[in-house]
């Protein structure tokens, strides 16, 4: 029996499930609770054809991702290297910190402290620094043993979050707050494009950009050195997760859809999960969503900080377990500057950078389709990163910055503005390399 085979054996089934719960968990973080609930209450009984949508851009552009960094390794890297070293370097840099200790994992703990804390001990500074010293303690327990991350969330965290989930999942469809509730807003002429980018919105892209690596480290950690398998058991845990995210995404959309009796006035999808489970399962619904909440945060976070820990360990050369302790401490102080200048520094930086991030993976699915690859990967994400700019400013309310040619682009009010130019600039470049001289290729 050669060493592939024995190895396919060694990482039986329960193997594959155990690394596809790992997966689902890291991307399950609190904005993927919320933003379906959110949706799912404006849609009303337009709810399935809104639900449609986010599933497309929330689960199939993750899954496309985790695929897309399956085929060359698992290494954003590698994805990168078309572009050039200079500038793919810059983009994952600019990827990992910005999904890392910049603003996404240290926002991690400040949402589960909001959501989870405040509505039993009230809001504090205080509170929050005990909170976040707690939670990025246990942060980094999990995170500094990469090799045992399976284990610890794929076969220990995510059963109790997925039997939360299943809980509160079953009570929306078996026992409903009320009927399908009215189409409001937008939702009345555009279900499916309000659930489409309420999906884009969760920029799940841009972490499954960082967890490809933690599913290969965690892979070879078990064993599995060959990159067929890794490749294989990658887009499996992929699957899995993909099954996972949108069964948990369906049952919140009705959730929220059938909760608009009693949660007409919520301002946002944490709203309304509160409402309904203090109305459905009384005190004890805090509890539930504290529990669904934090677990999701925390699992969200090991994984953000195992794929910065990686990424820098071998960018600069230094030992892995200093690296995430630097991140740990960098986020921990991050997070306590509060949630709302998080939200206010991120979201535009977070808006810019995602574009590139969908580009180059639908770019890498297509590669073989190009003579030169450099040609049409550098011309296309100049422009997606010229029109992602654009986004971010308006994001960042500097719009007064953005040529009005950019604001009449269609989706450009969506920010969404850089889909047609990339999708035209792609085709050119496509039909010039098909045509130039071979030995300009």
């Known amino acids: 029996m050669n060493t592939t085979t024995a190895t396919a054996l060694h990482f039986g089934r329960r ?35 809104a639900a449609l ?27 990168t290297q078309p572009l050039g070293k200079i500038a793919g370097t810059a983009l994952a840099v600019a990827v990992y910190l910005a999904i890392g200790p910049f603003f996404a994992t240290p926002r991690t703990a400040v949402v589960s402290y909001e959501i989870g804390v405040v509505p039993f001990f009230g809001s504090s500074s205080t509170g929050l620094l005990l909170y976040s010293t707690v939670y990025f303690a246990l942060v980094l327990y999990l995170a500094i043993t990469p090799n045992k991350i399976i284990e610890r ?6 059963p109790v979050l997925l039997l939360a989930l299943a809980i509160l999942g079953g009570a929306a469809f078996f026992q409903p707050a009320g009927a399908l509730g009215n189409v409001l807003g937008m939702y009345q002429e555009e279900a499916f494009l309000q659930g489409f980018l309420h999906g884009y919105l969760t920029m799940d892209a841009l972490g499954a950009l960082a967890f490809g690596v933690v599913i290969a480290t965690a892979l070879r950690s078990k064993g599995v050195q060959s990159e ?85 360990s071998e960018r600069l050369n230094i030992a892995y377990k200093y690296i995430v302790i630097f ?36 770019l890498s699915l297509l590669d073989r389709c190009w003579n030169s690859t ?53 085709l050119g470049l496509t039909v010039l390399d098909r045509y130039r001289p071979s030995n300009q290729a």
């Open 327 to 362: 991140f740990v401490l960098f986020s921990w102080a991050v997070s306590n500057q509060g949630l709302d200048q998080l939200i206010q520094v991120s979201i535009p930086v977070l808006t810019g950078l995602y574009p590139l991030a969908i580009v180059l993976v639908v």
């Open 374 to 426: 450099a040609l049409v990967f550098r011309g296309t994400m100049l422009v997606t990163l010229v029109f992602g700019v654009m986004d971010g400013l308006a994001a960042a309310g500097l719009s007064a910055w953005v040529p009005d040619l950019f604001n009449q682009l269609p989706l450009a009010q969506q920010k969404m503005g850089w889909l047609l130019p990339a999708i035209v600039v792609m």
């Open 15 to 49: 193997e594959v499930f155990a690394l596809g719960f790992m997966t689902f968990a890291l991307f399950l973080g609190a904005g993927n609770i919320i933003f379906p609930a959110e949706s799912g209450l404006q849609a009303g009984a337009s709810v399935w054809r």
């Open 228 to 312: 067929r398998l890794v490749t294989r058991y990658s887009i499996y845990a992929g699957l899995i997760a993909a099954v996972g995210l949108s069964a948990v995404y369906l049952s919140l959309f009705y959730l929220g859809a059938t909760s608009q009796d009693i949660a007409s006035e919520a301002q946002n999808g944490g709203q309304v999960l509160a409402i309904y489970v203090q109305h459905m399962f009384g005190p004890l619904g805090n509890l539930l969503l504290a529990l669904v909440i934090t677990l999701a945060c925390l699992t969200t976070a090991v994984g953000l900080l195992v794929a910065c820990g990686e990424f820098f």
């Open 153 to 158: 969330i794929g076969t220990v965290i995510t």
């Open 53 to 79: 949508g986010f599933l497309i851009t929330g689960v199939g552009l993750p899954l496309l991702t985790v695929v897309a960094l399956a085929r060359v390794g698992g290494g954003l890297s590698a994805l």
